[in-house]
């Protein structure tokens, strides 16, 4: 029988409070580098207050804040069908921040910590500790998101959260890799341009198939125009006959002769 592990409610709050001093630029909290699997679950333990909080928030005031999200929806379609439709846009922007907070994030700290580290470490020689360091790292650059996404479901006050946590969150990262790898910050910031480059290079060696794809297929559709017996337009036709059928976005071929639908 394997050993239960008992979990302390007070764990969350105290992981949450660090959290909170690590987006306030808090050195010694900066400094502690964890193992991944640590550091990933100190970054799951952070979100559980924010997220509780976000609930509570929807709880109480979900209502107004949803009419207030849906006011745009009011306003083209309708006074009854933006109202009805209110206390699902706050519910799925709750369900949204969720799923971002608990899948979404922790795959890119995964994806992040690793182009960072085989850049820094591997290329530059630079990131002078193991994985584990540079995973706690990104984590941290993530702690300004969860120190604000309490306030994600707030109007207008949530988008500017989201802004301030995505752009301090990039100056926690290179102040955390910098000293949780002993190197300067301008090689933390000389590895994140290697790494843009790279992430780009491969964006495109993966666009490209989808977009001669799209080409290919974009070639074999009916373009309108003159008549012309090649694509498909009966010779016979006048240009007043043909403009009748240029704006009809299907093969010729398959439309009835002009002169028996008795156009002038």
Same mark, same amino acid.
């Given at each position: 029988?394997? #050993?239960?592990?008992? !979990? ?29 699997k #640590?550091?990933?679950g ?35 379609l309708?006074?009854?069908?933006g ?9 799925y =922007? ?9 899948v979404?994030?922790?795959v890119?700290?995964?994806? =992040? ?42 109007? $207008? !006050?949530?988008?500017?959260? #989201? ?9 926690? $990262?290179?102040?955390?890799?910098? #000293? $949780?790898?002993?190197?300067?910050? =301008? ?26 794809? $799209? ?14 017996? =090649? ?26 002769? !002009? ?6």
């Amino acid at each position: 029988m394997g #050993k239960r592990v008992a !979990v302390e409610p007070m764990i969350f709050i105290s992981d949450f409070i660090k959290a909170i001093r690590i987006s306030l630029y808090d050195e010694d909290s900066i400094s502690q580098g964890l193992a991944s699997k #640590k550091a990933l679950g100190f970054y799951y333990r952070s979100t559980v207050v924010p997220i509780i909080v976000s609930a509570a928030i929807l709880l109480l005031f979900g209502s107004s804040i949803a009419q207030y999200s849906s006011s745009g929806i009011s306003g083209l379609l309708g006074n009854q069908i933006g109202a009805s439709s209110a206390p699902f846009s706050a519910a799925y =922007e709750l369900a949204f921040d969720m799923l971002t907070m608990l899948v979404l994030i922790p795959v890119m700290i995964l994806f =992040e910590a690793v182009f960072y580290h085989v850049i820094g470490h591997g290329l530059m020689r630079r990131f002078n500790e193991g994985f584990g360091r540079t995973t706690s790292a990104v984590v941290y650059g993530f702690m300004p998101i969860v120190a604000l996404s309490w306030s994600f479901e707030i109007p $207008l !006050v949530g988008t500017l959260a #989201k802004l301030i946590g995505i752009f301090w969150g990039f100056v926690i $990262l290179v102040a955390a890799l910098a #000293k $949780l790898h002993g190197t300067s910050v =301008e090689s933390v910031v000389m590895s994140m341009v290697i790494m843009s480059f790279v992430a780009g290079f491969i964006i495109v060696i993966m666009a490209v198939p989808v977009l001669l794809s $799209l080409s290919s297929g974009l070639a074999h559709i009916p373009i309108s125009g003159l008549p012309s017996t =090649e694509s498909g337009y009966p010779s016979s036709l006048s240009s007043t006959e043909a403009a009748a059928y240029s704006w009809i976005p299907i093969p010729y071929s398959a439309l009835p002769n !002009v002169n028996s639908l008795g156009l002038p």
